[in-house]
C-alpha cells in the first residue's frame, strides 16, 4: 500500500498518477479495516476508510522523523497543554501530505463528494478558545519547520460542550466526540505511567519520601501531525486516565455491591472525562488541580524516560530537552522534575534547580486576575504534599534572592500558591504573546521578577497556520494568490506581500471579488443547510466570533446594533448599507453575565430579524455552537471583523490575524495584537477607535465615569431605554435590569466611554463600503501584509530565543 509511496516527494500540488494506488489503498482500508463493500458503504464508513488511508501515508514520514531524531540524537521540544482546539484533521492532513486533489478525483469515481465526508468528522473540541487553538496551530508548524516535538495533551472523553438556544438563553450538553470510532490515533498501551496523589511524607537520611495514598494510570494516544509537504511529522501524545487493576474491588462486586465496586474506578477515570469549560475562574478544584497534575507527571516522566533512553548524565538535560509550559496549567512541571531529579536520581536540590529552569519556558497568556491560578495550601498538601513541600523551599529561596526587602513578593501568599510566580521562578524564559501584552505582563504582572531577572522576559507575537486558516477554509482565494504569484506561499507567508501591486490592477480586484462572493455563498448555503436562515450575499457580514466575556465587549457590538436599528426605524430610505451581524461563542456555563448576553443578543435579532420594514437592511444571526469548523466557514466569508476588547485586556487575540488574512476588515482597539496588525497592514486600512490602554486605567478612576459617559450619549440612552421598556423582552421587562445597572453604575469594561468612537468608526466602516473598489483595495492590503502573522513565524521564534533547537530540514 502507502509503502510503494514516497510521501516526501509529494508536493502539495504534485499529485500526478498516485490516484491508482491511493484508490487501491483506500478500497483495502474499506474492505479489511471497515468491513464494507463500496456498494453497501455508508458515508461514515467511506469517512472512516479515507481516515485510514490518510493515515497510513502520515506515517512514512511520521517514522522517518522519529528515526532521525533519535539517530541525530536531537533535542526535542515538548509542548505541554491542558488544551488543544484541533477541530477535524481529514482535510487538514490531506492538505499537508497533498493528497486532497487525488482524493476527490477518486472519491468521485464512486459518486462521493469530499467536502461532504469531510463534514460528517466530529471536531476535536478539547479546549475552550484561543489558547486551545493555537496550541493546534503551533503543532502544525512545528512539524512545517521541521521543529522535533511532541505535543502533551489530556485525551478528554467529552471536549468542550455542545451548545444550544431555548428561547434565547444557552443550553449545555455533553460533546461526544469519541461516540465513533477515533482514526487518528494509535492506542499505545505500552506507554503507560503511574500518577500518585494524595498519601503522606516521611523523613529517611534527611530526605522526603513521598507514599501516594492513590494511583491512576496514564496510557497514551499518539496521532501523527504531519507539516506541510510531508517533510516532517510529530507526535501528539493525549493522555487517558485508566483505573489501576487493583481498584476494582472484586469481593465487593461479587457479593452484589455493583456501583461501590466501580466507584474507585470510575473517580480515577474521571482524570480525562471532560475538558473543563471555564476560561476566566477556577473552578471544580480538586479535580481540575488532579487533571493538571496528571497530565503533567505523565508527560515528565515519559520524557525522562526517552532522555535517559540515550543519556546517562542528567545535568545535560537541557541540551536535549526543552518543556514548554501552555500558560500556568502545567506549572506543577517545575516542582514535579526537582521532585524526580532529587527524590528518585538524588541530585542535590540547587543544581536541580537550575537544571530544571534551563529546561522549562512558560508563556503568558492572559492578565485577568480571575485567570490567574491559585491553589490553596490546603488543597496543595491533600493532593501533592511533597510537591507544596518543594514550592515552600522554593519561596523561602525566592525571598532571600530580593535581599531584605520589605514587603517580597512570594510564591505563596494568604495560604495560596500563586502558579504564575512558580512558574516564572522556574522557566528561563517567560514569554507574552503580543508585543503590549509582554510590556504588561513585564510592568503590571512580574515587576519584580522582571527586576531580578532582566531579559527573562521576551515577547513572541501568536500567529496562525496559513495552511488550515488560508488553504483549507478559503480554496477559493487560496487559489487566487497561487495563480497571481505562485505556489510556495504556505510555508513562506510574507511572500503574500507580492500581491500588493495588484491592489490597484481592477481585474485582479474583480477577481478578489469573486473569491469573497464565493466564500460568502458557501457560508449561506450552510447556514441555510444547517439552521434554516437565510442571509441576503449582498450585504456587509460584520462578525465577531469568539469566547463569550465581558471584556471583548459582544455587549458594545450588540448595543451599537440597536442604536443602528433605531436609526434605520426613524429614517428607513437614508440609504444605509445593508448589514448582517453575525455572532458567535460559547459563554462559561456559570458566567451569568455573559449568557444574559447571549440572551440579549438573540432577543434583539428576534424583533429586528422580524421586522418587515428593516430585514432587508439589518439582520442579526447567532449560530449555535461556534467552533472550529464553524469558524472555518464563517472567517473566509466575513466582510468585517470585530475586535472590540477593551484596550490592555486582550492578552493578543488569534481570530483577529485568522479575518485579516482572509481579506476582512477590522474595527477594533488598541489592544493586543491589534496594535501590530494595524502597524502590518498601515493605519490607513484599519477601522480604530477607543481609549488606549493607559486612558482605560486613567479613565476607570474617575469617579462616576460611566453615568458621565452616558450623559454625553443621547444614542446610548436611547438604546438603554428601548431595552429597559422590555422593545426586546415583551415576556419579561426586568430580565436586563443587572445589565443595565451595570451599565448606569459601574461599566468596568467601559462600553459606555468607547459608545461614541466606536460608532464614528462603524460610520466610516459604512462609507467605505459603499465605495467598493476602496474597500477591496484594502481588502486586498490587508491580505497582502499578513505575512507576520504566520505560526511559522511564531515557532521559529520560540526555537531561537526559548527552546534553543535547530530545524532537522
Ligand atoms: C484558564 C482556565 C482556568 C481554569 C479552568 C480552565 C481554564 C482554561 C483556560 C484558562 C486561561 C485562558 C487564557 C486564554 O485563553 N488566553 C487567550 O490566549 C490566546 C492565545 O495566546 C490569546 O490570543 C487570547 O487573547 C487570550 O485571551
Same mark, same amino acid.
Given at each position: 500500500?502507502?509503502?510503494?509511496?514516497?510521501?516526501?516527494?509529494?508536493?502539495?500540488?504534485?499529485?500526478?498518477?498516485?490516484?491508482?494506488?491511493?484508490?487501491?489503498?483506500?478500497?483495502?482500508?474499506?474492505?479489511?479495516?471497515?468491513?464494507?463493500?463500496?456498494?453497501?458503504?455508508?458515508?461514515?464508513?467511506?469517512?472512516?476508510?479515507?481516515?485510514?488511508?490518510?493515515?497510513?501515508?502520515?506515517?512514512?514520514?511520521?517514522? *522517518?522523523?522519529?528515526?532521525?531524531?533519535?539517530?541525530?540524537?536531537?533535542?526535542?521540544?515538548?509542548?505541554?497543554?491542558?488544551?488543544?482546539?484541533?477541530?477535524?484533521?481529514?482535510?487538514?492532513?490531506?492538505?499537508?501530505?497533498?493528497?486532497?486533489?487525488?482524493?476527490?478525483?477518486?472519491?468521485?469515481? &464512486?459518486?462521493?463528494?469530499?467536502?461532504?465526508?469531510?463534514?460528517?468528522?466530529? *471536531?476535536?473540541?478539547?479546549?475552550?478558545?484561543?489558547?486551545?487553538?493555537?496550541?493546534?496551530?503551533?503543532?502544525?508548524?512545528?512539524?512545517?519547520?521541521?521543529?522535533?516535538?511532541?505535543?502533551?495533551?489530556?485525551?478528554?472523553?467529552?471536549?468542550?460542550?455542545?451548545?444550544?438556544?431555548?428561547?434565547?438563553?444557552?443550553?449545555?450538553?455533553?460533546?461526544? =466526540?469519541?461516540?465513533?470510532?477515533?482514526?487518528?490515533?494509535?492506542?499505545?498501551?505500552?506507554?503507560?505511567?503511574?500518577?500518585?496523589?494524595?498519601?503522606?511524607?516521611?523523613?529517611?537520611?534527611?530526605?522526603?519520601?513521598?507514599?501516594?495514598?492513590?494511583?491512576?494510570?496514564?496510557?497514551?494516544?499518539?496521532?501523527?501531525?504531519?507539516?506541510?509537504?510531508?517533510? =516532517?511529522?510529530?507526535?501528539?501524545?493525549?493522555?487517558?486516565?485508566?483505573?489501576?487493576?487493583?481498584?476494582?474491588?472484586?469481593? #465487593?462486586?461479587?457479593?452484589?455491591?455493583?456501583?461501590?465496586?466501580?466507584?474507585?474506578?470510575?473517580?480515577?477515570?474521571?482524570?480525562?472525562?471532560?475538558?473543563?469549560?471555564?476560561?476566566?475562574?477556577?473552578?471544580?478544584?480538586?479535580?481540575?488541580?488532579?487533571?493538571?497534575?496528571?497530565?503533567?507527571?505523565?508527560?515528565?516522566?515519559?520524557?525522562?524516560?526517552?532522555?535517559?533512553?540515550?543519556?546517562?548524565?542528567?545535568?545535560?538535560?537541557?541540551? &536535549?530537552?526543552?518543556?514548554?509550559?501552555?500558560?500556568?496549567?502545567?506549572?506543577?512541571?517545575?516542582?514535579?522534575?526537582?521532585?524526580?531529579?532529587?527524590?528518585?536520581?538524588?541530585?542535590?536540590?540547587?543544581?536541580?534547580?537550575?537544571?530544571?529552569?534551563?529546561?522549562?519556558?512558560?508563556?503568558?497568556?492572559?492578565?485577568?486576575?480571575?485567570?490567574?491560578?491559585? =491553589?490553596?495550601?490546603?488543597?496543595?498538601?491533600?493532593?501533592?504534599?511533597?510537591?507544596?513541600?518543594?514550592?515552600?523551599?522554593?519561596?523561602?529561596?525566592?525571598?532571600?534572592?530580593?535581599?531584605?526587602?520589605?514587603?517580597?513578593?512570594?510564591?505563596?501568599?494568604? *495560604?495560596?500558591?500563586?502558579?504564575?510566580?512558580?512558574?516564572?521562578?522556574?522557566?528561563?524564559?517567560?514569554?507574552?504573546?503580543?508585543? +503590549?501584552?509582554?510590556?504588561?505582563?513585564?510592568?503590571?504582572?512580574?515587576?519584580?521578577?522582571?527586576?531580578?531577572?532582566?531579559?527573562?522576559?521576551?515577547?513572541?507575537?501568536?500567529?496562525?497556520?496559513?495552511?488550515?486558516?488560508?488553504?483549507?477554509?478559503?480554496?477559493?482565494?487560496?487559489?487566487?494568490?497561487?495563480?497571481?504569484?505562485?505556489?510556495?506561499?504556505?510555508?513562506?507567508?510574507?511572500?503574500?506581500?507580492?500581491?500588493?501591486?495588484?491592489?490597484?490592477?481592477?481585474?485582479?480586484?474583480? !477577481?478578489?471579488?469573486?473569491?469573497?462572493?464565493?466564500?460568502?455563498?458557501?457560508?449561506?448555503?450552510?447556514?441555510?443547510?444547517?439552521?434554516?436562515?437565510?442571509?441576503?450575499?449582498?450585504?456587509?457580514?460584520?462578525?465577531?466570533?469568539?469566547?463569550?466575556?465581558?471584556?471583548?465587549?459582544?455587549?458594545?457590538?450588540?448595543? =451599537?446594533?440597536?442604536?443602528?436599528?433605531?436609526?434605520?426605524?426613524?429614517?428607513?430610505?437614508?440609504?444605509?448599507?445593508?448589514?448582517?451581524?453575525?455572532?458567535?461563542?460559547?459563554?462559561?456555563?456559570?458566567?451569568?453575565?455573559?449568557?444574559?448576553?447571549?440572551?440579549?443578543?438573540?432577543?434583539?435579532?428576534?424583533?429586528?430579524?422580524?421586522?418587515?420594514?428593516?430585514?432587508?437592511?439589518?439582520?442579526?444571526?447567532?449560530?449555535?455552537?461556534?467552533?472550529?469548523?464553524?469558524?472555518?466557514?464563517?472567517?473566509?466569508?466575513?466582510?468585517?471583523?470585530?475586535?472590540?476588547?477593551?484596550?490592555?485586556?486582550?492578552?493578543?487575540?488569534?481570530?483577529?490575524?485568522?479575518?485579516?488574512?482572509?481579506? !476582512?476588515?477590522?474595527?477594533?482597539?488598541?489592544?493586543?495584537?491589534?496594535?501590530?496588525?494595524?502597524?502590518?497592514?498601515?493605519?490607513?486600512?484599519?477601522?480604530?477607535?477607543?481609549?488606549?490602554?493607559?486612558?482605560?486605567?486613567?479613565? #476607570?478612576?474617575?469617579?462616576?465615569?460611566?453615568?458621565? !459617559?452616558?450623559?454625553?450619549?443621547?444614542?446610548?440612552?436611547? %438604546?438603554?431605554?428601548?431595552?429597559?421598556?422590555?422593545?426586546?423582552?415583551?415576556?419579561?421587562?426586568?430580565?436586563?435590569?443587572?445589565? +443595565?445597572?451595570?451599565?448606569?453604575?459601574?461599566?468596568?469594561?467601559?462600553?459606555?466611554?468607547?459608545?461614541?468612537?466606536?460608532?464614528?468608526?462603524?460610520?466610516? %466602516?459604512?462609507?467605505?463600503?459603499?465605495?467598493?473598489?476602496?474597500?477591496? #483595495?484594502?481588502?486586498?492590503?490587508?491580505?497582502?501584509?499578513?505575512?507576520?502573522?504566520?505560526?511559522? #513565524?511564531?515557532?521559529?521564534?520560540?526555537?531561537?530565543?526559548?527552546?534553543?533547537?535547530?530545524?532537522?530540514?
Amino acid at each position: 500500500m502507502s509503502q510503494s509511496f514516497d510521501t516526501r516527494k509529494l508536493n502539495a500540488n504534485e499529485t500526478v498518477n498516485s490516484a491508482p494506488a491511493f484508490r487501491q489503498a483506500l478500497l483495502r482500508h474499506l474492505q479489511y479495516t471497515v468491513g464494507k463493500s463500496p456498494q453497501k458503504a455508508s458515508i461514515f464508513d467511506w469517512r472512516m476508510a479515507l481516515s485510514h488511508t490518510v493515515r497510513d501515508y502520515a506515517v512514512d514520514p511520521w517514522f *522517518d522523523a522519529t528515526r532521525r531524531t533519535w539517530d541525530e540524537d536531537r533535542k526535542r521540544v515538548y509542548y505541554l497543554s491542558m488544551e488543544f482546539l484541533i477541530g477535524r484533521l481529514l482535510e487538514d492532513q490531506a492538505i499537508n501530505l497533498g493528497l486532497r486533489d487525488v482524493i476527490v478525483r477518486v472519491l468521485s469515481e &464512486f459518486g462521493l463528494s469530499f467536502a461532504d465526508i469531510a463534514e460528517g468528522e466530529p *471536531d476535536a473540541a478539547l479546549g475552550n478558545g484561543g489558547l486551545g487553538r493555537l496550541a493546534a496551530c503551533y503543532l502544525d508548524s512545528m512539524s512545517t519547520v521541521g521543529c522535533p516535538a511532541y505535543g502533551y495533551g489530556l485525551r478528554y472523553e467529552h471536549g468542550l460542550f455542545r451548545q444550544h438556544f431555548e428561547h434565547g438563553r444557552q443550553i449545555e450538553t455533553p460533546e461526544n =466526540w469519541l461516540a465513533t470510532d477515533n482514526p487518528w490515533d494509535f492506542n499505545r498501551p505500552e506507554a503507560a505511567y503511574n500518577v500518585g496523589f494524595g498519601g503522606g511524607l516521611a523523613e529517611q537520611d534527611g530526605t522526603s519520601i513521598w507514599t501516594p495514598g492513590s494511583k491512576v494510570i496514564a496510557s497514551a494516544h499518539d496521532t501523527p501531525v504531519v507539516g506541510y509537504a510531508g517533510q =516532517w511529522a510529530n507526535t501528539l501524545r493525549l493522555w487517558a486516565a485508566m483505573p489501576s487493576a487493583d481498584l476494582f474491588d472484586l469481593n #465487593r462486586f461479587n457479593a452484589g455491591d455493583f456501583a461501590a465496586a466501580s466507584e474507585p474506578e470510575a473517580l480515577a477515570r474521571s482524570l480525562s472525562r471532560v475538558l473543563y469549560p471555564n476560561d476566566t475562574t477556577e473552578g471544580g478544584k480538586e479535580l481540575r488541580l488532579s487533571q493538571e497534575y496528571f497530565l503533567t507527571s505523565a508527560s515528565v516522566q515519559d520524557i525522562l524516560r526517552r532522555y535517559l533512553a540515550g543519556h546517562e548524565n542528567l545535568l545535560k538535560l537541557p541540551e &536535549f530537552v526543552a518543556i514548554q509550559m501552555n500558560d500556568t496549567h502545567p506549572a506543577i512541571a517545575g516542582p514535579e522534575l526537582i521532585r524526580l531529579l532529587v527524590d528518585e536520581h538524588k541530585m542535590d536540590f540547587d543544581t536541580s534547580v537550575s537544571t530544571v529552569t534551563d529546561v522549562l519556558g512558560y508563556t503568558n497568556h492572559t492578565l485577568l486576575p480571575e485567570a490567574l491560578e491559585r =491553589w490553596s495550601v490546603g488543597l496543595m498538601r491533600k493532593v501533592l504534599p511533597r510537591h507544596l513541600q518543594i514550592i515552600e523551599t522554593l519561596d523561602t529561596q525566592f525571598i532571600e534572592l530580593q535581599g531584605a526587602k520589605e514587603n517580597p513578593v512570594r510564591l505563596i501568599n494568604n *495560604d495560596q500558591v500563586s502558579m504564575g510566580d512558580l512558574a516564572f521562578t522556574t522557566s528561563h524564559k517567560i514569554n507574552g504573546v503580543s508585543a +503590549l501584552h509582554t510590556e504588561l505582563v513585564s510592568q503590571d504582572l512580574f515587576p519584580v521578577h522582571n527586576e531580578l531577572h532582566p531579559g527573562r522576559i521576551v515577547n513572541i507575537t501568536n500567529g496562525i497556520t496559513p495552511r488550515r486558516w488560508l488553504k483549507l477554509a478559503n480554496p477559493a482565494l487560496a487559489s487566487l494568490i497561487t495563480d497571481t504569484i505562485g505556489a510556495g506561499w504556505e510555508t513562506d507567508l510574507e511572500r503574500l506581500r507580492e500581491l500588493e501591486p495588484y491592489a490597484n490592477d481592477s481585474a485582479f480586484r474583480e !477577481a478578489f471579488g469573486r473569491s469573497k462572493a464565493a466564500a460568502k455563498e458557501h457560508f449561506i448555503q450552510w447556514l441555510a443547510k444547517e439552521h434554516g436562515i437565510q442571509l441576503p450575499a449582498e450585504a456587509l457580514f460584520d462578525a465577531q466570533v469568539k469566547r463569550l466575556h465581558e471584556y471583548k465587549r459582544q455587549l458594545l457590538n450588540i448595543l =451599537w446594533t440597536i442604536a443602528h436599528y433605531q436609526r434605520i426605524k426613524r429614517d428607513p430610505q437614508a440609504g444605509w448599507v445593508p448589514r448582517v451581524k453575525i455572532l458567535g461563542g460559547k459563554a462559561a456555563p456559570s458566567y451569568h453575565m455573559a449568557k444574559l448576553i447571549i440572551q440579549l443578543i438573540n432577543d434583539v435579532a428576534e424583533v429586528v430579524n422580524n421586522d418587515p420594514e428593516t430585514q432587508h437592511l439589518l439582520r442579526v444571526v447567532y449560530p449555535p455552537n461556534y467552533g472550529v469548523s464553524m469558524a472555518e466557514k464563517l472567517i473566509p466569508a466575513a466582510d468585517l471583523s470585530e475586535q472590540i476588547s477593551t484596550a490592555g485586556m486582550e492578552a493578543s487575540g488569534t481570530g483577529n490575524m485568522k479575518f485579516a488574512l482572509n481579506g !476582512a476588515l477590522t474595527i477594533g482597539t488598541l489592544d493586543g495584537a491589534n496594535v501590530e496588525i494595524r502597524e502590518q497592514v498601515g493605519a490607513e486600512n484599519f477601522f480604530l477607535f477607543g481609549l488606549s490602554t493607559e486612558q482605560v486605567a486613567q479613565r #476607570r478612576a474617575q469617579e462616576g465615569h460611566a453615568r458621565t !459617559a452616558l450623559e454625553a450619549s443621547q444614542t446610548l440612552r436611547d %438604546v438603554l431605554q428601548a431595552i429597559a421598556e422590555g422593545t426586546f423582552s415583551p415576556d419579561d421587562h426586568h430580565r436586563y435590569d443587572g445589565l +443595565l445597572d451595570a451599565m448606569w453604575n459601574s461599566d468596568w469594561f467601559l462600553v459606555a466611554s468607547d459608545f461614541e468612537d466606536y460608532d464614528r468608526a462603524q460610520t466610516e %466602516v459604512a462609507e467605505c463600503y459603499a465605495d467598493a473598489e476602496r474597500w477591496q #483595495r484594502m481588502a486586498i492590503l490587508n491580505v497582502a501584509r499578513m505575512g507576520y502573522f504566520s505560526s511559522d #513565524r511564531s515557532i521559529r521564534q520560540y526555537m531561537n530565543q526559548i527552546w534553543d533547537v535547530e530545524s532537522a530540514l
